[in-house]
């Protein structure tokens, strides 16, 4: 069973609907793609699962709990990890700092008893300082762990939002256009880790516009086109999808 579903999501904007009847499944242990042109409706699928804007359809199911009800602060606490389209990082704080946010939110929600107990049964706590340290050293990021984010390039700061979203400990991380800035060297990197994480038992839902990349790492992709989901399948199959072709892959 998929660990976040969506079925028939759905948000209306005005007479305008953004979204339509989306159904996601992202299971533990691959990296599930959401790809389709600017406009499509990404975003906002990420935003309706994180609580940021509330559905006018549909649900969103967690851990096979639905979860429409609940606000965006407890999606979080319950293991719903995500990085920006815009990134979003403390450009005045060092790399390190931000990371620390990130794990001193995670033990902070370990003093309420409300939180779901699977969020920290993934292994032995360690101190702070040594768990920032790894996640510094895995993103590649220890040389310029001293530097305020606002001096780093954009490739290297989407790396640290990275490594702050998995300081909380998601079960499933959403990333939105995480190789945006990124060379390719970067980008090779980030599809590695990426798998790597998968590996490890973490969901992942990519949004990504860097194609061969989601070709690379992706079990499934699901490909939107206002608002709707036109295709899904194994990589291959959408590289074959003539629809897909026609609407966002440049074929005729």
């Known amino acids: 069973m998929a660990l976040l579903e969506t079925r028939g999501l759905s948000v209306r904007f005005g007479g305008h609907l953004a979204v339509s009847s989306v159904d996601l499944d992202v299971e533990s242990g691959v990296v599930t793609g959401l790809i389709g ?53 403390f450009g005045s704080m060092t790399v390190r700092e931000n990371v620390l946010v990130g794990a001193e939110i995670r033990q902070a929600w370990a003093r309420f008893s409300h939180v779901s107990p699977q969020l920290l049964a993934d292994g032995e706590e360690l101190p702070l300082g040594e768990e920032v340290e790894l996640l510094v050293e895995r993103l590649g990021l220890a040389a310029v762990a001293d530097v ?63 194609v061969p990349l989601v070709m690379k790492v992706c079990a499934q992709v699901n490909v939107l086109d206002f608002g709707q989901v036109i295709a899904r399948g194994t990589p291959s199959e959408i590289q074959a999808n003539e629809v897909v072709q026609a609407a966002y892959l440049g074929g005729s």
């Open 37 to 89: 042109p600017n406009g499509a409706g990404k975003t906002t699928t990420f935003n309706l699962i994180c609580g940021v804007l509330g559905a006018t359809g549909g649900r969103v199911i967690f851990d096979g709990r639905p979860i429409g009800s609940l606000s965006t602060h407890y999606r979080a606490r319950l293991g719903i990890g995500r990085t920006f389209q815009r990134l979003e990082v």
């Open 148 to 210: 305020r984010v606002g001096e780093l390039p954009t490739g290297q700061a989407r790396l640290v939002e990275i490594a702050r979203a998995l300081a909380i400990r998601p079960r499933v991380l959403l990333l939105d256009e995480p190789a945006s800035g990124l060379d390719d060297t970067e980008t090779g990197h980030l599809g590695e880790l990426m798998q790597q994480l998968a590996a490890s038992g973490l969901a992942i839902l990519l949004v990504e516009h860097d």
